[in-house]
């Protein structure tokens, strides 16, 4: 199997596919059968005139045969584009009145080759097209399309389709996982580069969440089902990807706009031609080399690109604003804990209030932080692990505050100082532990608090120097945690403003505020900043793995925690852009070159009919170019400098 971590790179480069999708198979596979039809007709007809000269009108039936056979598929084409509008369908339209023109004149061999050489020409540009989807197609392969179904003590094989939430299934060591789940039991090392681009595998074991594409390395595994093998995070990468292989953008509108004016004027330039010299050929010339190919590819080509360079490292792009409003981003805000920090929490220090010892405390904490995903209550969790504790707790949780349980009588809180000041507790104010802490309350009185310390991800620092290097004006940070805790960051860091005590509604205002001097990106986990991922210009979450919110929610996922790739993302964005500039201005200028040799005999129709497609394949490989944005330049700069 193809590693996935080359297999974007590998797909571009190479420029040729080892399998396209069914669909276009099916159609290269039609187009390719009519034309082998038609040079049969046609060389029967060649034939036929050489053999018996005076059998004219049988070798020229069989080349209208010939002609119909290539022909009626692209005129029927043409006819449906030009009754609905369909820029797209600029070549056939072409084509068409070229072959028309042909047969009119008598000129059967040109009405018969034009297009079957285009065909021919058409079936290597889509080969190279279908370079950039074969990361797509390559990633579906990643997902197996079997499982071994453990039940009864037995294990037997099944349709990965066909499992529900629960069941159990064995992985053994070179298997696929089909769906997402949980370790029941055993050990193995995870190929996790499917979803996260990481190179080194990830130990699992009891407990610990796998997910679909990712494979067992060695080991044995005993695995739960958690989704349904069509809502795995996989899938629904997948899912996303081919949507945003069918992005729009203002540059595509702009070209469309052109098309709707290009084939009247093509057609007045033909017309005139024919008027002026009286030399038919030289109008069916132009007609043929001003086929539009490489216009329909000046923004598909690039995005495609771009898409397989992200794929590689772990990088899910679904939303165009990737590249019009990330070109222009000038504001970085991002979430603190999860973020920039590593998210893990771990407890330095407990205060007891009300409790009577501190397993009292953590006993009611963890009766009701097992219903929560927040880092603090998994950091509880943890810390219980040695405890007996309730989990029949009815578990409400309000994002940005805190979580409740109740049960019968009994009525536990556990969340920030103000978020229990809200629900009526009086917070003691002398010997209040200061940091990120945790309250614990219980029938109206405090039993105590947790207080947590997280550290920041090694590569911050690097990161927003990096961003400051390619041109991010401003940095910010904004957190939910209280301001003793936040100022840690700014004594590590450089940012450019530090807003702390925050609710989820209050980050969304703050980034409202931003927007209006700002284009801003807004990297968040995913969870509790959904609001403001979704209102900024450019949401980025962070770790998102297994995380559907975080999918949903942001324009990018980055689904690896390697904050590297955000400068990386920027500038893929902007010569991503770059590039398809670049490809509007190939394809206009190829095109009234050809034009014009055509128009002044240089070129003739069968000739324009192997060279019009210069401009498609121009503008492919320029776009190729996409995988190797400017950055790569600069870190091979530093590691020869150091």
Not at 300 to 307: M, T, W
Request: proline share 3%.
């Amino acid at each position: 199997m193809k590693k996935i971590d080359h297999m974007a790179e590998e797909s571009l480069k190479e420029r040729s596919a080892a399998y396209i999708s069914d669909r276009d198979k099916k159609k290269l596979s039609g187009a390719i059968a009519s034309a082998v039809a038609a040079l049969v007709f046609f060389a029967a007809g060649l034939l036929l005139s050489r053999i018996a000269p005076d059998q004219t009108q049988v070798a020229e039936l069989l080349y209208l045969i010939s002609v119909l056979i290539i022909g009626i598929p692209v005129l029927v084409t043409a006819v449906k584009g030009f009754l609905h509008r369909d820029v797209g369908s600029s070549m056939e339209i072409l084509v068409s009145v070229a072959m028309i023109v042909a047969v009119l004149d008598g000129q059967f061999v040109v009405a018969i080759l034009i297009p079957v050489i285009l065909t021919v020409v058409h079936f290597f540009e889509e080969k190279s097209i279908m370079g950039g989807r074969d990361a797509i197609e390559g990633l579906k392969k990643m997902q197996a399309r079997t499982a071994l179904l453990f039940s009864d003590g037995k294990e037997r094989e099944v349709d990965a389709a066909s499992l529900k939430e629960g069941d159990v299934i064995l992985v053994k060591s070179g298997m696929s996982l089909p769906i997402d789940g949980t370790v029941l039991q055993g050990e193995a090392n995870m190929d996790q580069k499917s979803l996260t681009g990481e190179s080194l595998p990830k130990s699992v074991g009891k407990g610990d969440k796998v997910y679909a594409g990712t494979t067992s390395i060695d080991g044995l595994l005993t695995v739960r089902v958690d989704k349904a093998y069509v809502d795995t995070s996989f899938s629904r990468i997948v899912r996303l990807l081919e949507n945003a292989e069918n992005m729009t953008l203002p540059e595509t509108l702009l070209v469309d706009r052109f098309m709707k004016y290009y084939i009247p004027f093509v057609l007045a330039v033909a017309a005139l031609i024919w008027f002026f010299t009286k030399d038919i050929s030289r109008a069916v010339a132009v007609l043929v080399v001003s086929c539009p190919c490489g216009y329909m590819l000046v923004s598909s080509a690039p995005v495609i690109s771009a898409l397989a360079a992200a794929s590689k490292r772990g990088v899910l792009i679904k939303n165009p604003a990737f590249i019009e409003n990330l070109t222009e981003a000038d504001s970085f805000i991002f979430d603190k804990t999860g973020t920039i920090t590593n998210g893990t929490l771990e407890a330095v220090e407990t205060k007891l209030f009300a409790a009577g010892s501190e397993e009292e405390m953590l006993r009611s904490a963890a009766s009701i932080a097992h219903g929560s995903l927040h880092p603090a209550s998994k950091a509880i969790v943890r810390l219980c692990k040695d405890i007996d504790y309730d989990t029949d707790y009815t578990i409400t949780e309000t994002v940005g505050n805190g979580v409740a349980g109740v049960k019968g009588d009994d009525t536990v809180i556990l969340g920030s100082r103000r978020y229990l000041i809200k629900s009526g507790y009086a917070l003691p104010c002398e010997d209040a532990p200061t940091g990120s802490t945790t309250w614990v309350a219980k029938n109206k009185q405090v039993l105590g608090c947790v207080v947590f310390s997280d550290i920041l991800r090694d590569d911050v620092a690097d990161t927003f120097a990096s961003l400051r290097k390619i041109g991010i004006k401003r940095i910010s940070v904004m957190t939910g945690d209280n301001r003793a805790e936040a100022q840690k960051i700014s004594e590590a860091v450089t940012v450019d403003a530090l807003h702390c005590e925050l609710l989820p509604e209050q980050k969304l205002e703050l980034l409202k505020k931003e927007k209006e001097s700002h284009t801003v990106a807004m990297v968040g986990d995913g969870i509790n900043d959904s609001l403001a991922l979704n209102e900024a210009d450019v949401g980025i979450a962070m770790g998102a793995m297994g995380s559907n919110t975080a999918i949903e929610s942001a324009d990018i996922s980055l689904m690896n925690n390697t904050l590297m790739n955000l400068p990386f993302i920027v500038l893929l964005a902007r010569k991503t852009k770059e590039i398809i500039n670049q490809n509007i201005i190939i394809a206009f200028m190829t095109s009234f070159l050809m034009i014009f040799l055509a128009a002044i005999g240089v070129i003739s129709p069968i000739l324009g009919a192997f060279l019009h497609n210069a401009g498609a394949f121009i503008v492919l490989f320029n776009s190729a170019r996409v995988t190797k944005p400017a950055h790569h330049k600069e870190e091979s700069k530093e590691k020869e400098a150091n």
